[in-house]
């Protein structure tokens, strides 16, 4: 297995898997705890439009991991602000802002960010540092056995990757 898609119904849902998502991380990646924070970024972006969020993450060729994160709201022009953002250097009173930090973390970790066209699904993608590539591919966690989280089989139509 080298993917998973699955539903969180609440945060509650995303609170359930979030810890394997994370030790999951941290066995694939060398720097797991940015991943994982660009990560909640996105879902917690995600939730403030509803209270189901679907996130893909799977690994392409074991070279670049790929993580979804799709919610129900009716989207923003998330690739002009995240262009405005890729141009801008942070200033210090930014940095110091209570809000607004989650697409600048995203982009500071994340090789690329990508809404699609409605501004409801970002592509997040990370390409992984071949150093500390494990032997084999961690096993991704079972998501059936968590109560909020709904798993997903088959392929889900995605953006551009
Ligand atoms: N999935 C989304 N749907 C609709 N609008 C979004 C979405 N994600 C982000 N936005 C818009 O982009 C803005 C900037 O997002 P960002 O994550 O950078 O900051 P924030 O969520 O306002 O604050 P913080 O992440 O620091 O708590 C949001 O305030 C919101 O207006
Ligand atoms: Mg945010």
């Known amino acids: 297995m080298n993917g998973i898609h699955f539903q969180c119904y609440g945060r509650e849902g995303y609170k359930q898997v979030r810890h394997c998502i994370g030790d999951w991380l941290h066995a694939l990646l060398r720097e797991p705890v940015q991943v994982e924070a660009a990560l909640n970024e996105a879902v917690n972006n995600a939730f403030r439009q509803g209270d189901r969020v679907d996130i893909t993450i799977r690994v392409m060729n ?5 993580m979804r994160v799709k919610d129900g709201g009716c989207g923003f022009a998330g690739n002009c602000r995240v262009a405005g953002l890729a141009r801008e250097f942070p200033t ?10 989650g697409l600048r973390i995203m982009c500071a970790v994340l090789d690329r960010v990508t ?17 500390r590539h494990p032997r084999h591919m961690p096993d991704l966690p079972d998501m059936a056995s968590y109560f ?5 089989v088959g392929r889900q139509k995605g953006l551009g990757e």
């Open 62 to 66: 074991g070279k670049r991991l790929i």
């Open 148 to 152: 909020a989280v709904q798993p997903v």
């Open 92 to 101: 210090e009173q930014e940095l110091w802002q209570e809000s607004g930090r």
């Open 115 to 131: 809404y699609n066209r409605q501004g409801n699904e970002v592509l997040l993608v990370k390409n992984m540092a071949t150093d």
